[in-house]
């Protein structure tokens, strides 16, 4: 199996910066996308962006395009998601997720880690 733990979330201010991680151990699957996604309360799970394996090709929600950068070190099986310019909307729990594809839906992911909350402060 898979395990994907998520990590540098926290408290920041309106115009700042995080770096989240997400690492995968166990099984790990080449060719396998990375997803990210976040859950605002109260609200469905929407999708942020994703990379491929090979880092060829990403995609964002329009929301976070400019604003955030999906990267990925495949040596380390770590993928990184760069929230830059953060707004107080962007509050959410995010997570990242594996699936056979670049989806952007959360039905289309096989696994998911635990999540991490981000929260921007006004």
């Known amino acids: 199996q898979v395990q994907l733990v998520e990590s540098g979330g926290g408290l920041v201010q309106a115009g700042g910066s995080l770096r989240l991680s997400c690492v995968a151990s166990g099984r790990i699957f080449v060719d396998y996308a990375t997803g990210w996604f976040r859950q605002a309360p109260g609200r469905d799970r929407e999708f942020v962006g994703t990379?491929?394996?090979?880092?060829?090709?990403?995609s964002y929600t329009d929301s976070v395009k400019g604003r955030f950068t999906i990267s990925r070190d495949n040596a380390k099986n770590t993928v990184y998601l760069q929230m830059n310019s953060l707004k107080p909307e962007d509050t959410a729990v995010y997570y990242c997720?594996?699936?056979?594809?670049?989806?952007?839906?959360?039905?289309?992911?096989?696994?998911w880690g635990q999540g991490t909350q981000v929260t921007v402060s006004s």
């Open positions: 990379i491929t394996w090979s880092g060829r090709r990403t």
């Open positions: 997720a594996q699936s056979k594809s670049d989806f952007t839906t959360p039905t289309q992911y096989d696994y």
